[in-house]
T-cell receptor, first 113, second 117 residues
Framework: QQQVKQSPQSLIVQKGGISIINCAYE??????FPWYQQFPGKGPALLIA?????SEKKEGRFTISFNKSAKQFSLHIMDSQPGDSATYFC????????????FGTGTRLTIIP | ETGVTQTPRHLVMGMTNKKSLKCEQH?????MYWYKQSAKKPLELMFV???????ENNSVPSRFSPECPNSSHLFLHLHTLQPEDSALYLC????????????????FGPGTRLTVT
């Protein structure tokens, strides 16, 4: 019940295209869903996060879409750029009173010219 | 220094060695975490310290021993490790608001790449 399943494991997208990474969770108590971005040699950094009271959150070229009934959420990167090449992790937790994040396995995104 | 720093960045140790990893956060947070990151696996939470008390120990072998002397510093003491312990060890910190509410964000350090020979 604590698992977060992430796909695909790796993704190659042409510059200017849309990158889409999907995650599914099982624990219905989860109500905080962040995405982390990790560059080689660096730790993960929070990119964008969503609570289930909204179905979509947009920050610049990054959008989280959330489907509560399906227990799925996804990250969309519009107009993908070579600088977006990194590993992306979805995560889930309870927002209140619980410090534990459950992470997906990560998606290595490569943006090609 | 800003954010979360970790030292050393790289460590090679034999199975009989004893070494320590150090983490320091400059964000004024009150919770700190150790994670293990292995290839093609989710980040594994190892230990959580909240307000300097250990609140989580995810069945981590005793060859890993955490220490949190204050809210800004976190150590991971290593002894008699196994080759399968080779991984990237990440430290993170956050401001835990507790049951009173509020979202938290975890800020990660750059990690220590550990190789056990």
């Amino acid at each position: 019940q604590q698992q977060v399943k992430q796909s695909p494991q790796s993704l190659i997208v042409q510059k200017g295209g849309i990158s889409i990474i999907n995650c599914a969770y099982e624990n219905t108590a989860f109500d905080y869903f962040p995405w982390y971005q990790q560059f080689p040699g660096k730790g993960p950094a929070l990119l964008i996060a969503i609570r289930p009271d909204v179905s979509e959150k947009k920050e610049g070229r990054f959008t989280i879409s959330f489907n509560k009934s399906a227990k799925q959420f996804s990250l969309h990167i519009m107009d993908s750029q070579p600088g977006d090449s990194a590993t992306y992790f979805c995560a889930a937790s309870r927002a209140f009173g619980n410090e534990k994040l459950t992470f997906g396995t990560g998606t290595r995104l490569t943006i090609i010219p | 220094e800003t954010g979360v720093t970790q030292t050393p960045r790289h460590l090679v140790m034999g199975m009989t060695n004893k070494k320590s990893l150090k983490c320091e956060q400059h964000l004024g947070h009150n919770a700190m975490y150790w994670y293990k990151q292995s290839a093609k696996k989710p980040l594994e939470l190892m230990f959580v310290y909240s307000l300097e008390e250990r609140v989580e120990n995810n069945s981590v072998p005793s060859r890993f021993s955490p220490e949190c002397p204050n809210s800004s510093h976190l150590f991971l003491h290593l002894h008699t490790l196994q080759p399968e312990d080779s991984a990237l060890y990440l430290c993170a910190s956050s401001q835990v608001r507790g049951l009173a509410g509020g979202l938290y964000e975890q800020y990660f350090g750059p990690g220590t790449r550990l190789t056990v020979t």
